[in-house]
């Protein structure tokens, strides 16, 4: 099993940033993905989530309205649309994915960092 995140890198205040997280060797396929990010000195935080289907989102409040997540799985990969990014938003992002309540699976953690 693996999930392979992407797409960190260094944006202004106020740019985008697109970051894909790529699964394999995941079965069945109906998992949910997450997306996870720790800042230097702070724990590791909820992001956004969405179902296997993509009907359902969720997003914490410190995102809601700047970052959309969504997933083809046809290509088994899971995307995080930043917009509007404040240097706040830097930090490791991390993927991942989960069958029940439990978050057993990770990626390595992509870094972003935003700064002008």
């Known amino acids: 099993v693996q999930l392979q995140a992407s797409g960190g890198g260094l944006v202004q205040p106020g740019g985008s940033l697109r970051l894909s997280c790529t699964a394999s060797?995941?079965?069945?396929?109906?998992?949910?993905v997450g997306w996870f990010r720790q800042a230097p000195g702070k724990e590791r935080e909820f992001v956004a989530a969405?179902?296997?289907?993509?009907?359902?989102?969720y997003s914490s409040d410190d995102v809601k309205g700047r970052f959309t997540i969504s997933r083809d799985n046809a290509k088994n990969t899971t995307y995080l649309q930043m917009d509007s990014l404040k240097p706040e938003d830097t930090a490791v992002y991390y993927c991942?994915?989960?069958?029940?309540?439990?978050?057993?699976?990770w990626g390595q953690g992509t870094q972003v960092t935003v700064s002008s």
């Open positions: 060797g995941l079965t069945p396929s109906n998992y949910v």
């Open positions: 991942a994915a989960r069958y029940d309540s439990n978050w057993s699976f």
């Open positions: 969405i179902s296997w289907s993509g009907l359902s989102t």
